[in-house]
């Protein structure tokens, strides 16, 4: 078993120059390899992100819940960030990705914080823990050393944003085969994604699907919020919570 302690030297044994080199390669290119694969769904990054991060907001909001710091965990070039200030509106941001030449990227002309060292995250700080797409590229015997960093960056009760890509939705699958740095990813589902943050310690609160619809069906869209809290969408949230005695 893995300690909180041992977490960030655990998780930095994951970050192997391969991996994090793999990541180099398209920090220049990122977003053109994500819309390869996106083309499908009619849609561009952006509104996958602002969705997901605008549901999560709502989520928030139900649980009374004021959100000042924020870390993106696995936050690639950064794309995410700008929809996080503008929508969450924190008083601080830190992002964090293995990949030297992605957070170079993610730090022309922000004011945040960017590290790609797990060492360098603060401890008991943040509010919330924002993921998406990230844990597929974890190798699974090491995943629960990345969550055991998240549980030692959260303060108390702060809230962990789960998002991953839903292997039980055929659309995830032919965009993930489009996309090159996750043609060979390690799918994670919702349900193995519960367990896993239960087994770390936190409390799962729900579960939701969203994306059901690509944008050929975009009129369909409105039937989603019938059914998102059943895992058919492209992607699911898993929304987590560090208890208050953490």
Request: aromatic share 10%; with cysteine; charged share 20%.
């Amino acid at each position: 078993m893995i300690t909180v302690d041992e977490a960030p030297l655990a998780l930095s044994a994951a970050v192997t120059d391969e991996s994090s080199g793999e990541f180099d390669v398209y920090a220049d290119a990122y977003e053109e390899a994500l819309q390869q694969g996106l083309k499908v769904s009619g849609e561009n990054p952006e509104y996958f992100a602002r969705r997901r991060i605008e549901w999560t907001r709502s989520l928030l909001d139900s649980h009374g819940m004021a959100i000042n710091k924020v870390l993106d965990f696995g936050c690639g070039v950064g794309i995410a960030i700008p929809l996080i200030e503008e929508i969450l509106q924190p008083s601080c941001i830190w992002g964090f990705n293995p990949s030297n030449e992605a957070i170079e990227r993610a730090k022309k002309g922000s004011r945040n914080r960017f590290v790609a060292n797990v060492e360098e995250l603060p401890a008991a700080e943040f509010d919330l823990v924002y993921t998406n797409g990230v844990f597929h590229h974890i190798p699974p015997v090491l995943r629960r050393a990345a969550f055991s960093t998240i549980w030692r960056t959260l303060r108390a009760g702060g809230w962990f944003a789960f998002w991953e890509n839903n292997p039980w939705n055929l659309g995830t699958r032919l965009v993930m085969s489009r996309i090159p740095f996750d043609r060979d990813a390690v799918t994670i589902s919702p349900v193995e994604a519960n367990r896993l943050l239960r087994s770390a310690g936190f409390n799962t609160v729900r579960t939701d699907a969203w994306f059901l619809f690509p944008h050929m069906l975009r009129s369909l869209r409105p039937l989603e919020w019938l059914v998102h809290r059943i895992p058919l969408g492209a992607q699911y949230l898993v929304l987590a919570q560090k208890p208050t005695d953490g």
